[in-house]
């Protein structure tokens, strides 16, 4: 039998709309994957934003289909959208919505049905609310995925990591490390900042992607693997 990995991402530091955000880091992964000729899935279970339409899909879920090249249904890899950039339990009250759980666990294991690494987006941080006492990390922990911790590079970057590091400690979630994500051009300097989060965790930090003045995503993702060590990510040996 074909081994699944399965990743979850989640975000350690705040960022602005502007700026080289997480869902860049994930197409970077994906679209790697991609051109290695593995079967790449990829989820967003949660996504919230601006709507269009009824059928308008998340710019998120987008990103994520381009760069993996998937071509599967959208309310698989989406299945829940809503209007509103809040958290999914905020959104669920605003619009007077229920959120099932069991239909984000099923769709997830559609998808790794299918293929042979599924990589999920969170949505916010570990401890995003989807409803009253259920968050982000008791998902992880549902779908029994390890997780990547992605940080910024602002500073106050290790107060958040460290933040979001104990919390999965706490729950017992399986870290497979850190990746860093320089989405300013102050803020801590690469370096120092890896040295940090070894000392801090004792967890391998596997890239930074340094900032860039004049950012594209196609750029980002093109030279993504320049910057992060894909070889041991445990991801393509599958």
Do not use: C, W
Not at 3 to 19: D, F, G, N, P
């Amino acid at each position: 039998d074909v081994y699944k990995r399965q990743v979850e991402e989640t975000v350690s530091a705040l960022t602005k709309a502007m700026e080289p955000t997480v869902i860049f880091v994930v197409a970077g992964i994906v679209n790697y994957l991609s051109k290695m000729d593995v079967d790449v899935g990829v989820m967003k279970p949660f996504a919230s934003g601006y709507k269009a339409n009824t059928d308008s899909v998340s710019e998120d879920v987008e990103i994520l289909m381009k760069y993996s090249g998937v071509s599967d249904p959208v309310n698989l890899i989406n299945p829940y959208y809503f209007e509103i950039p809040t958290s999914p339990y905020d959104a669920s009250k605003q619009l007077n919505l229920e959120i099932d759980i069991s239909k984000v666990i099923e769709s997830y294991k559609q998808l790794a049905s299918i293929h042979d690494v599924v990589i999920v987006e969170g949505i916010g941080g570990i401890m995003t609310p989807i409803s009253k006492n259920y968050f982000v990390s008791d998902l992880i922990s549902d779908l029994q995925l390890s997780s990547f911790i992605v940080t910024g590079s602002k500073i106050g970057a290790v107060n958040h990591f460290m933040l979001t590091y104990e919390h999965i400690q706490q729950k017992k979630l399986n870290i497979k490390g850190f990746l860093i994500n320089q989405n300013v051009s102050d803020g801590y300097e690469l370096t120092n900042l890896k040295h940090q989060i070894f000392g801090l965790t004792g967890h391998k930090v596997f890239g930074a992607i340094p900032y860039n003045h004049s950012f594209t995503i196609e750029s980002y993702v093109e030279n993504f693997p320049n910057f992060v060590d894909m070889s041991n990510l445990g991801l393509e040996n599958i």
